[in-house]
C-alpha cells in the first residue's frame, strides 16, 4: 500500500479557507499532501487540476494560518 491509498483528510485543521496555487509543474503531489509553513502542518492540498503548462493546487488552509496576499510557495519533497 502506498501513501497515497491511505485515507487522508484533504482539508486543514478545524475551521478553513481556500487557496489556489499556481505552479510551473507539481510532480508527485497528491490530494491530502501536507501544507506547511516551516514545520506547522497549516493545511492540505484538497484538489489539483491542470491546463497543460501549469498545475493549479486548491489547499486548504487552518483559519488560524493567515497568509499574506503575495506569499510566495515551493513544492518540495
Same mark, same amino acid.
Given at each position: 500500500? #502506498? =501513501?497515497?491509498? =491511505? $485515507?487522508? &483528510?484533504? %482539508?486543514?485543521? &478545524?475551521? /478553513?479557507?481556500?487557496? /489556489?496555487? +499556481?505552479? @510551473? #509543474?507539481?510532480?508527485? +503531489? @497528491? $490530494?491530502? /499532501?501536507?501544507?506547511?509553513? &516551516?514545520?506547522?502542518?497549516? &493545511?492540505? +492540498?484538497?484538489?489539483? %487540476? /491542470? @491546463? #497543460?503548462?501549469?498545475?493549479?493546487? !486548491?489547499? %486548504?488552509? %487552518? !483559519?488560524?494560518?493567515?497568509? $499574506?496576499?503575495?506569499?510566495?510557495?515551493?513544492?518540495?519533497?
Amino acid at each position: 500500500m #502506498g =501513501l497515497q491509498q =491511505l $485515507p487522508i &483528510g484533504r %482539508s486543514g485543521e &478545524g475551521e /478553513t479557507y481556500q487557496v /489556489t496555487a +499556481v505552479f @510551473d #509543474g507539481a510532480d508527485r +503531489v @497528491d $490530494p491530502g /499532501t501536507e501544507v506547511r509553513v &516551516g514545520q506547522a502542518v497549516v &493545511g492540505r +492540498v484538497r484538489s489539483i %487540476s /491542470t @491546463d #497543460g503548462r501549469r498545475a493549479f493546487l !486548491e489547499l %486548504s488552509m %487552518s !483559519e488560524w494560518a493567515e497568509l $499574506p496576499a503575495n506569499v510566495a510557495a515551493s513544492v518540495r519533497l
